[in-house]
């Protein structure tokens, strides 16, 4: 899964590609690179981040959602926990919502099941760079919102197959839990029973563990988790080095 921000100010690439013409461009470019899929988000959440409202968000996507749709043959998901947004973006044949709240949202479940597109749920106990406490440990509290989130997605009238999990690496956990997180992803799939996405391309915990906060040290770090979280079962990755990461995993298939 390539990461598109039609955004000002995301923690990486924040304004590179506002322009509608450049966002397609790099979509086009990292499918070409050997993305699946491309995530495309218009409010950022790194930490400390300003709030968008929602017609600021959709100013952002119906331009570049519109050329999409024209052209008709980039796959695409949308990073967003607006209904609103959802809607736009399945009305254009969008594959899935990617909402990162963990709010478990009835009305964005309800739209992904109406466009039978799929769910992908990112636990969350607070925005990215937050702290949280886990009485219980983290993993115990990933692996029950796991088992809420499907039992939510059902009700809502999605299928099994349609939910993906997502452990929301970076979200309200220290690097400490992040590690613990990735180490036990064998153990998350197993007991999510479903599809699993892992998101933690060039985000803190990854420079903590090399050392580095330089995009090619942070992009070369990725993806070797790549290669490690999909030999633990991980389904999906979201990458902004599309070519880094698609190369680690062909060489370690």
Not at 98 to 124: F, K, Q, T
Not at 143 to 169: H, N, S, T, W
Not at 209 to 223: E, F, M, Q, R, Y
Request: charged share 25%.
């Amino acid at each position: 899964m390539g990461i598109l921000n039609v955004t000002p100010d995301s923690f990486s690439d924040g304004g590179l590609y506002l322009e509608p013409e450049k966002a397609v461009a790099h979509a086009r470019e990292m499918i070409r690179q050997g993305a699946d899929v491309i995530d495309i988000g218009a409010v950022s959440t790194r930490p400390g981040s300003a709030p968008v409202d929602e017609e600021t968000e959709l100013e952002r996507l119906r331009p570049v959602l519109s050329l999409i749709k024209k052209e008709g043959d980039i796959p695409f998901t949308v990073d967003t926990y607006s209904p609103a947004a959802a809607s736009l973006a399945l009305e254009c044949g969008c594959l899935a919502v990617n909402d990162v709240s963990g709010a478990l949202s009835p009305e964005i479940a309800r739209l992904a099941a109406r466009y039978g597109a799929a769910w992908i749920v990112m636990h969350a106990r607070g925005p990215a760079g937050a702290d949280a406490d886990y009485p219980d440990g983290v993993f115990a509290d990933v692996a029950g919102f796991f088992e809420r989130a499907l039992e939510a997605a059902l009700d809502c009238g999605l299928k099994k197959e349609q939910v993906i999990l997502d452990p929301g690496f970076g979200f309200s956990k220290d690097v400490k839990q992040n590690v613990e997180l990735f180490s036990r992803l064998g153990e998350l799939k197993k007991a999510a029973g479903t599809r699993l996405l892992a998101g933690f391309s060039r985000k803190r915990f990854v420079g903590a563990i090399c050392g580095s906060k330089d995009n090619g040290a942070l992009d070369a770090a990725t993806a070797s988790l790549c290669a490690l979280a999909a030999a633990q079962g991980a389904d999906i990755v979201r990458v902004h080095n599309v070519a880094l990461c698609r190369a680690a995993l062909d060489a370690s298939a």
